[in-house]
């Protein structure tokens, strides 16, 4: 029985995304064994990054890796590995990907993720990834959460799975995912707040003053620590994320990889009518030039990224 049900998948694409839904159910039953497998969230090293690497981070990496070797993709590009691995000599395929996302909620059973993003394969392993966003032929996530949940888009909207632990296959839930137009919730990391430019403060006020403010209305807001988590949320009820640039040194971009988180999720939320921009630009029209540079993240509904695009003047 494949991973996924193919039918709502271009036939080209099938062996790599069927190779994505095995690892990513494999990664599922690990994480759902938690301490009784092996210590998942011992830290165990850092990336080229300087990022904190998990257990979990190299575990999920390698077994992407495999994954996508056997399924004949040419490129693998990591967020645990600094540079682009060639995997199969003619493949078609070139797959970015963040293999587990929101590594610090490993230890405390909340909800983390793996992302992707698909290219056909260009001349070679960087020209691959470099390129605009809008050049992506598939993006998801894997939501290892209370369901295991793949979001998924081919450019005709964004498709929900649900990981049937009957099967053991992901199952179709939601052909067009539709994200409201109108927010009641936003999800930034206030702890920064003293580091804010102030477009992003003045939205963020905004939203502090609801109903008595001149957005006449109240919102809540959400910090997950996980943008998987975070995503999943915004596109089944709306709302708004920022990860923008701020005064810290080494934040002059913010703090999410464009290849391997940016690009992918703007993909997946522009798919379900929302919006993605870096403040102003929207990601779509973005190029990355580094494999792992960083981008100011601003998505969610249309209505509320419109308005923070106007306070970016
Ligand atoms: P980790 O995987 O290192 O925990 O990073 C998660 C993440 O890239 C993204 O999932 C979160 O939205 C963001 O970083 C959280 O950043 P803060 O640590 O600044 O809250």
């Known amino acids: 029985m494949p991973a996924i049900d193919p039918a709502h998948i271009p036939a080209k694409l099938f062996p790599v995304i069927d190779a994505l839904c095995t690892t990513g159910a ?6 759902a064994r938690g301490p009784l497998g092996q210590a998942l969230g011992a830290g165990v090293g850092e990336n080229s990054d300087g990022d904190q690497q998990k257990a979990l981070d190299v575990l999920a990496d390698e077994m992407f ?3 996508l070797r056997g399924a004949g993709v040419r490129y693998y590009a990591s967020e645990e590995q600094e540079e682009v691995l060639s995997l199969v000599e003619g493949g078609t395929y ?7 996302d929101g590594s610090s909620n490993i230890d405390v059973n909340v909800t983390i993720g ?5 290219f056909e394969a260009a001349g070679d392993a960087n020209a ?3 390129r605009p966003a809008s050049e992506q032929v598939a993006a998801g996530y894997i939501a290892y959460g209370p369901q295991c949940l793949l979001a998924l888009t081919f450019g005709e909207g ?6 049937d632990p009957e099967t053991g296959s992901f199952a179709l839930a939601e052909a067009k995912m539709s994200l409201p137009e109108a927010a009641k919730e936003f999800s930034i990391n206030a702890s920064n707040r003293r580091h804010w430019t102030p477009p992003v403060l003045a939205y963020v006020e905004e939203n502090e003053a609801g109903a008595e ?3 006449g209305r109240n919102m809540n807001f959400r910090w997950v620590g996980s943008l998987v988590a975070e995503t999943h949320r915004i596109l089944t009820r709306g709302g708004t994320f920022l990860y923008p640039s701020d005064a810290r040194p080494g934040y002059e971009s913010g703090r999410l990889r464009m290849v391997y988180e940016v690009a992918p999720m703007a993909f997946l939320v522009e798919q379900a009518g929302g919006l993605a921009t870096d403040g102003t630009t929207p990601i779509m029209a973005l190029t990355a030039e580094k494999l792992h540079e960083r981008r100011p993240f601003v998505f969610g509904s249309r209505q509320e990224v419109e308005r923070i695009t106007e306070l970016h003047g």
């Open 26 to 31: 494999e990664v599922s039953r690990i994480i």
């Open 65 to 67: 890796e495999a994954g």
């Open 94 to 100: 070139a797959v970015a990907a963040d293999p587990l």
């Open 114 to 118: 793996t992302i992707f993003s698909i």
């Open 128 to 130: 691959s990834f470099l």
């Open 158 to 163: 964004t498709q929900l799975y649900v990981l």
């Open 213 to 215: 403010g001149a957005k």
